[in-house]
């Protein structure tokens, strides 16, 4: 039976909250993909930021992250393929301009921001994709 240290304890809490809080990721062996198709004026928000990607790691769970601002408010901003989309419509929290804004994510792939246009955040939201 192996012994855990708080050495072995350690390395682990480093190494989730270096995947979990960092925006370079493929240093982790994850390959974010990145949105290049916006709709509806919707676009990456600006330098200094994570641009618009997204990424499905081991247990199906689909990852976001980047700002994106100047759409149209509960219009689609691009659409994910298939595979990385829900099995039924996700309606999920997010920061809009610094109030709360909300990101619907549909089976067919849409993602429509709502709140502000001035900048919504990608960053953190998650959900299990089609099974």
């Given at each position: 039976m192996e012994r855990w240290g708080s050495g072995n304890i350690m390395a682990i809490l480093v190494r989730s909250y270096t995947l979990v809080n960092s925006n370079v990721s493929s240093q982790q062996g994850v390959d974010w993909i990145?949105?290049?198709?916006?709709?509806?004026?919707?676009?990456?928000?600006?330098?200094?930021?994570?641009i618009a990607s997204y990424y499905k790691d081991s247990l199906g769970i689909v990852h976001l992250q980047g700002v994106i601002k100047s759409g149209t408010s509960g219009t689609s901003a691009f659409t994910l393929p298939a595979g990385y989309r829900p099995l039924l419509n996700q309606i999920l929290t997010s920061t809009a301009n610094g109030a709360f804004g909300t990101l619907e994510v549909g089976p067919d792939g849409t993602v429509k921001p709502n709140g502000s246009?001035?900048?919504?955040?990608?960053?953190?939201?998650t959900f299990k994709a089609e099974q």
């Open positions: 990145a949105v290049t198709t916006f709709t509806n004026s919707w676009l990456n928000f600006a330098s200094g930021n994570p246009n001035v900048y919504i955040s990608l960053n953190g939201i």
